[in-house]
């Protein structure tokens, strides 16, 4: 999907009012009135019905009347929404070419005041089916329906979280710098994926670093389930970073062993059918499959306990483990944790207003400086609006 930032010129302060109430009413509605989206964004009167107008050309927003008249965030306005607190709180000032299509999000260049680039994860959970969603990851197991909304910010909160925790471990992950919405926003990693790779230099080294990467990670309480040459990036000096954390779950998940298992299994079978490397067979460097259940005994960290990923135990007295707790992540606790995410979002409209006042423009896009034109890699940032 492209993420055409220019739009962001053309929209008021007003209109982002209007877009933030809707996020607001979509918390309890699956379309929003227009009375409540009035009542929220406290417009003078036809402000609200002027912006969303506006907004309806642009695309940010939906409008229905089909089961009762109400609108919606598109994902452009969601996208929108992200962006512009991100702008806001100076962690980004242009958005440029898409680097990244991943089966459940789209990553994107971008930069920041300095000229520092980044690279911005925006999630979108539901793009693909509601079942594939479904049977992948296991937010949604009492819940009957669910919103692509709620669940990729699910996804970024969660991403981000893992993120942060096994950088602080010294674990090879791009380095998180902030996140917001379902927008994950880290650092470039100037690499390409393991898929992608024509040539190792020595295929038994990284191999080797692959499994050892993996077992330090078991070792710390995780399992990460999609553990393959598209979620590993390998460098000019095949210095590997894995990326790709939403779906990790604990060592003591029900299925951690079989999901453990799948994740070695897949490096093996790239190694023997891609790269022609079998490791049983390289005389230089004996190598023995690693069991789960030994890792399992050598536990350096708990970060699945502290991190709450999904299957952790929980501790009962004198901290040892005594069932397998549930994620608040997790759907029959997500109520909570959604409306706390949306309490952060009200609370960034607000912020995002203020910001806006402060900076004396009347118009929202007064602060935000849209992007590079086109992805053609050598990006110009276009003159503010
Ligand atoms: P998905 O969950 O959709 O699979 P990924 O996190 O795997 O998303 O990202 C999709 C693609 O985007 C990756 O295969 C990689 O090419 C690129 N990518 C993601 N994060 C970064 C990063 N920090 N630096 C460079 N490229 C990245
Ligand atoms: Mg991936």
């Not at 070419?97 to 690279?119: L, Y």
């Not at 549930?326 to 609370?347: C, K, M, Q, Y």
């Amino acid at each position: 999907m492209k993420l055409d930032v220019n739009v962001l010129k053309f929209l008021a302060k007003d209109d982002f009012r209007v877009l933030t109430a809707v996020e607001v009413g979509q918390k309890n509605h699956e379309l929003v009135p227009l009375p409540l989206i009035e009542s929220i964004a406290a417009l003078r009167t036809g402000g609200t019905q002027r912006a969303a107008r506006n907004l309806l050309r642009y695309k940010l927003l939906h409008h229905d009347s089909s089961k009762y008249d109400g609108y919606r965030l598109t994902p452009l306005g969601y996208d929108y929404l992200a962006i512009k607190a991100l702008v806001n709180r100076g962690a980004i000032s242009s958005v440029g070419s898409q680097i990244g299509v991943g089966k459940e999000s789209d990553v994107f260049e971008v930069m920041n005041d300095e000229g520092e680039v980044m690279a911005l994860k925006v999630h979108r959970l539901g793009r693909t089916s509601f079942r594939a969603v479904k049977s992948k990851r296991d937010y949604l197991k009492h819940r009957s329906s669910f919103s692509w909304l709620y669940l990729s910010r699910l996804a970024a909160a969660r991403e981000y979280s893992f993120m942060v925790a096994l950088a602080e471990q010294g674990l090879p992950v791009p380095t998180p710098i902030d996140h917001n919405r379902h927008c994950v926003l880290m650092s470039l990693v100037d690499a390409i994926p393991l898929a992608q790779v024509q040539e190792l230099h020595e295929a038994g080294n990284t191999f080797h670093d692959l499994m050892a990467l993996m077992e330090r990670l078991t070792r710390l309480g995780l399992v990460h389930c999609d553990y393959n040459e598209f979620n590993l990036l390998v460098d000019t000096e095949d210095t590997v970073t894995l990326i790709d954390f939403p779906q990790m779950v604990s060592v003591s998940h029900e299925n951690a062993q079989e999901l453990f298992d799948r994740d070695v299994d897949c490096v093996i079978k790239f190694f023997k059918t891609k790269i022609g490397y079998i490791p049983e067979q390289d005389q230089a460097r004996p190598w023995k499959r690693p069991c789960f259940q030994e890792l399992c005994q050598r536990l350096e960290s708990r970060l699945d306990i502290d991190l709450q990923a999904s299957g952790h135990p929980k501790l009962g007295k004198g901290g040892k483990a005594v069932s397998s707790g549930r994620s608040p992540l997790d759907p029959d606790v997500a109520v909570s944790a959604d409306s706390d995410a949306a309490s952060e979002a009200d609370s960034e409209a607000i912020s995002a207003a203020d910001a806006d006042e402060e900076a004396g423009g009347s118009e929202a896009s007064s602060s935000v400086a849209p992007a590079y034109d086109e992805p053609t890699g050598d990006a110009q940032p276009l003159a503010a609006a």
